[in-house]
């Protein structure tokens, strides 16, 4: 089955950035793990079920999930510790007009579980461009976005302010040593 496809058919929208980068955790979650398993850390069976209300209507009975029963989010390593830590900075610098808690919840989730893949973010939503997440990060996450003013890499922007809350002033993502651009991030800034 094609899970982007099939989610971007209920979307309620099919440019909004939002929507495209849920479609893409989401997706990226059912292709690795199947529809048997919650596709976001953080999220239980009825926050998952809302996102999916919410955002792609019908696409529960669609995709044919089975969350009745006792279901366990999908393990990607151990690494939960980040995906806490980053939702935490996202809800932080949420801004209360974008949406209702609920929603800045499941972007907040969604954008941290994107944050441990292994290439840019954008390209870890499935966005078309690193423009897309910009201006999700923009509209949810004002405060946050307007601190990278040197036009930093997401995903390496977000882990240095974690470092930076921790008193670290050295700090890569973990997946920025194998990333083919390391030397266009990692120049003077």
Known sequence: MDFHATLMRHAVSADSPTVLALAGVLS??????????????????????WLLAHWFPGADAALSLAWDGPVE?????????????LVTLFIEHADP????????????????????????????????SRRELS?????????????????????KFFYKQLCELEGLFVCKAPSCGVCADYARCFGPE
């Open 135 to 155: 201006a999700l990060l923009g509209y949810w996450f004002p405060r946050l976005a307007a601190k990278n003013v040197h036009d930093m890499k997401w995903k």
């Open 73 to 85: 989010a999908a393990r990607r390593g151990s690494r939960y510790d980040e995906v806490e830590d």
């Open 97 to 128: 007009r974008a949406g209702a808690r609920d929603e800045v919840a499941c972007v907040a989730h969604a954008l941290a579980c994107a944050c441990l893949g292994e290439n840019h973010l954008w390209q870890d939503l499935r966005l078309p």
């Open 28 to 49: 990226a979650a059912f292709d690795e793990d199947g529809v048997r398993v919650l596709p976001i850390r953080g999220l239980d069976a009825r926050a998952s079920r």
